[in-house]
């Protein structure tokens, strides 16, 4: 794969020129190389004044309210793959946490562990797409930390990230704060995002054309909270799937949920991967869908305003919360049978966030 393009946005990744400049031990070492590869690789790319300050820390200015902080390590391999790479992945992944409890993300942290070898060229698309992630979601990367670890130590390059948002005003949004009789909403189809890292790996036995669905979500999150101040859960269903993210909720508020199996979105490409290799799509992971559970009376009103942003274009009901049985989620099959949707047990797939 070595002589084919890298391209952040679309298909084919591959790993970057073979004879160009490398991450070394030197670059980690804290001195002068270490310096001109924060200037050159980080600082004028991310570029704002609370990362250029170059203190210990990131001096912001608080709003008032409540802060929702976030952090999040990412080990995917491979780093690039169809719709997205560890940088976008890294962005998104921290962004949607942060504004999944009702808040407006503002800062994130990165830190990198760079394995010695790894192309500079790589290095320079993963931050490029980390910029242009950080960019669409209006979040600023103000703080960040640089390691370098021996060849063969890590698979290139791992970033961990951490984020802060303000909690908008007067909203109590949490796991928790599902209530019997609300409705389950989907911003779209499920397990996009480990098919297409599944894909990048060659172990799908098929040409697949599925794109991972990495995306901030927080625009997505602003169009439903101006829509209604009745959204009472907000939960990006990433590693374990809609299955396990849905079993937390109903542990977490000690109710039911009852879902429609007919009724979740499940791209063509993606079930018959499922089929193939033995998988069920509620557990696949995904990292650009959130759950909602929303009170009935509000249920159209959000999804008519999921449905004008871009990333909740296929917003749809999935089910509802029930008294009975606490702390259960039960799906409704298309046969018209009913049966237990339990937490993913042990490892599905390895290394997809
Ligand atoms: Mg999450």
């Known amino acids: 794969m070595t002589d084919e393009t890298i391209n952040i946005e679309g298909a084919v990744c591959a790993p970057p020129l073979p004879h160009g400049e490398q991450i070394v031990m030197g670059h980690g070492a804290g001195g002068r190389m270490s310096h001109q590869l924060i200037q050159k690789a980080f600082m004028s790319v991310f570029d704002n004044p609370a990362l250029k300050s170059g203190d ?22 491979p780093l690039f793959f169809p719709g997205g ?22 800062y994130l942290t990165a830190g990198f562990i760079l394995e010695e070898g790894l192309p500079m060229e790589t290095l320079k698309l993963v ?9 669409e979601a209006g979040v600023q990367i103000v703080a960040g930390d640089t390691k370098v670890v021996q060849r063969g130590k890590a698979d290139g390059l791992y970033i961990t990230t951490a984020g802060v948002g303000v909690v908008r005003e ?13 409705v389950v909403i989907l911003s779209g189809s499920i397990g996009d995002h480990g ?6 790996r060659g172990e799908l036995g098929f040409e697949s054309t599925i794109q991972s669905d990495v995306a901030p979500l927080n625009h997505l999150i602003d169009a439903m909270l101006d829509a209604s101040n009745n959204v009472h859960v907000l939960r990006d269903p990433t590693r374990g799937g809609l ?3 849905l079993n937390e909720i109903a542990v977490q508020s000690n109710v039911g949920i009852s879902l429609e199996e007919q009724s979740i979105p499940v791209h063509p490409e993606v079930n018959a991967a499922c089929e193939m290799l033995g998988f069920d799509a509620l557990y696949v992971a995904n990292e650009g869908k959130l759950v909602a559970i929303v ?14 942003t871009r990333y ?13 049985p606490k702390s259960r989620v039960l799906l409704k099959t298309a046969l018209g049978s009913t049966r237990i949707v339990d937490m993913l047990a042990g490892e599905m797939l390895p290394r997809i966030c």
């Open 312 to 324: 909740g274009e296929g917003a749809i009901i999935i089910g509802e919360v029930t008294a009975e």
């Open 170 to 182: 007067g909203v109590n949004i949490g796991g928790a704060q599902a209530k019997v009789g609300d």
């Open 195 to 200: 098919i297409a890292v599944l894909g990048a």
């Open 243 to 245: 299955a396990t993210t």
């Open 85 to 106: 790479d560890i940088g976008k992945l890294a962005v998104c992944g921290t962004v949607n946490d942060v504004a999944m409890l009702g808040a407006k993300p503002l």
């Open 56 to 77: 210990d820390a990131a001096l912001v200015v608080p709003e008032h309210g409540k802060l929702s902080i976030s952090t999040d390590a990412h080990v995917v391999f």
């Open 295 to 308: 009170a009935k009376e509000d249920a159209e009103k959000v999804l008519s305003a999921m449905k004008q």
């Open 127 to 135: 931050v490029a797409s980390m910029k242009s992630a950080a960019d």
